[in-house]
């Protein structure tokens, strides 16, 4: 039986139906305005949340930013979508949108807490928390002794006696690739292998929390309950390391830390600073590592930018919080105020703001 091919026929056009509106002599411009969609307006609010895809503005007299994009496709060329999920920031006439979550973008100078994920010939992988994996150069650390020289094949053959699968680091951005891969270095006693203490990992400084830049990013604190000293360091790719303080003359050549001169402690670099034990910690040390770290997470819970001022405002806070747990409890059987979460960590954070707005007042 013989049969027709015909051609295809365009779909029907879709007419959407829109409700008529009354419309009123007296109402203006400025009316109109506030009548028409909500995605159309400029969200200048640093409130407001707007998701990919979305409108966030027509108007021409606004430059797009990071997490925006314009599409030739709108109606209106000057149209501003955004990429992302995540804020509206306003900057004079620049429109940028600051992610919910987002992952480390590295920058120079950058001071960053780092675990080595692979070791390989010449160099290792550091996991940073960055979409591209760092490397660190075998050429961009200390030797032992504090010899400057050209590494060897004996020093690549040696290399995991340095750095091996699973230690952690802290170490200074030393260029950007162009596919946004970081270089690492630690050609200073202040980075290289961390030990005794405790490892954190916030999230994304995109909700407001999270770790930021600011003068310092790591500091010593002079604990109470006789905790002695513990260092303090905030990676600004979200990591966070808080350890036994351990002093400058233990980390040169000699038993106890040998007296030498200030200029040449870089000269002297040991092999015990690429050790693997980790050193005697006291109970109360332990307990003000434990402190200031529940001191970090309930900063990250409460959305507040974890920094140095905001870390000891809230590590005084949960001192004070201590004191009136104890004097409540005076057998000293359950809470002593040493955990720091839940109402009592809101407590916490309320104090420490209060404490650094009362200082700017």
């Known amino acids: 039986m013989p049969f027709t091919i015909l051609a295809p026929t365009p779909p029907p056009p879709f007419h959407p139906i829109v409700p008529s509106r009354p419309s009123s002599p007296s109402s203006s411009d400025s009316d109109m305005d506030t009548d028409a969609p909500p995605t159309t307006r400029p969200r200048l609010s640093p409130n407001s949340i707007v998701t990919p895809g979305e409108t966030v503005t027509t108007d021409p007299k606004w430059m797009r930013g990071h997490g925006t994009y314009t599409s030739p496709t709108t109606s209106t060329p000057q149209t501003i979508l955004s990429s992302v999920a995540g804020t509206l920031q306003k900057t004079n006439k620049l429109l940028s949108i600051r992610p919910l979550r987002a992952r480390y973008t590295p920058e120079i100078g950058d001071l960053v807490v780092g675990r080595i994920v692979e070791v390989q010939t010449k160099r290792w992988k550091v996991d940073l928390s960055a979409p591209l994996l760092a490397h660190l150069p075998l050429s961009a650390i200390n030797l032992p002794g504090g010899i400057l020289r050209k590494r060897t094949s004996t020093d690549e053959l040696a290399i995991r006696t340095f750095f091996s699968e699973g230690d952690l680091l802290v170490a200074e951005v030393q260029s950007v690739y162009q596919d946004g891969a970081a270089s690492l270095h630690t050609r200073s006693l202040k980075y290289g292998k961390l030990r005794n203490g405790v490892f954190l990992a916030v999230s994304g400084t995109g909700g407001g929390g999270g770790v930021v830049r600011a003068r310092r990013q790591v500091w010593t604190v002079h604990t109470g309950n006789g905790g002695g000293e513990v260092d303090v360091v905030l990676g600004v790719n979200g990591y966070i390391w808080i350890c036994k303080h351990v002093s400058e003359e233990e980390l040169v050549e000699g038993k106890g830390g040998a007296q030498v001169s200030i200029t040449s402690l870089d000269d ?58 104890n004097s409540g409890n005076e057998e000293g059987i359950g809470d002593s105020g040493e955990y720091l979460g839940g109402d009592r960590g809101k407590r916490v954070v309320a104090e420490a703001l209060a404490a650094v707005y009362a200082a700017r007042a």
Do not use: H, K
């Open 268 to 325: 002297r670099v040991s092999e015990s600073m690429y050790s693997n034990r980790n050193g005697e910690i006291g109970a109360a040390t332990r307990r003000e590592i434990a402190r200031l770290a529940g001191c970090v997470r309930a900063l990250v819970e409460g959305g507040v930018r974890v920094d140095e001022d905001m870390v000891m405002r809230a590590y005084e806070a949960s001192l004070d919080e201590g004191e009136m747990g």
